[in-house]
């Protein structure tokens, strides 16, 4: 299974973005797919998170409004739509993959993940 994040760049405070993770290898259909963020020198920041199958969502409490996740099962991607970004997520987006059960927000029990792509937002 790989994961293949892209979509990230550079933004002014409030503009939006939207990240993608596609998927191969094999379809993900038990399991939960997530995206996570990073600065340098802090802990890996659980975003935003989507069970494959349908139904339950997720989302970190500082992207909570802003921040949408949905997937499309034809072409085995999920996204992230950024909206009203602010300085403060600018970071390093990770997607990650891991069967459904395990913890959503924990990302040490992620079984797969994306290579990352950068988000910058200026003020």
């Known amino acids: 299974v790989q994961l293949q994040a892209s979509g990230g760049g550079s933004v002014q405070d409030g503009g939006s973005l939207r990240l993608s993770c596609g998927v191969s290898?094999?379809?993900?259909?038990?399991?939960?797919m997530a995206w996570f963020r990073q600065v340098p020198g802090k802990e890996r920041e659980f975003v935003a998170a989507?069970?494959?199958?349908?139904?339950?969502?997720y989302y970190g409490d500082s992207v909570k409004d802003r921040f949408a996740i949905s997937r499309d099962g034809a072409k085995n991607t999920v996204y992230l739509q950024m909206n009203n970004l602010k300085p403060e997520d600018t970071a390093t987006y990770f997607c990650?993959?891991?069967?459904?059960?395990?913890?959503?927000?924990?990302?040490?029990?992620?079984?797969?993940w994306g290579q990352g792509t950068q988000v910058t937002v200026s003020s």
């Open positions: 990650a993959a891991v069967r459904y059960g395990s913890s959503w927000y924990v990302w040490e029990d992620y079984e797969y």
């Open positions: 989507i069970k494959v199958s349908g139904g339950s969502i």
């Open positions: 290898g094999r379809a993900l259909s038990n399991y939960i």
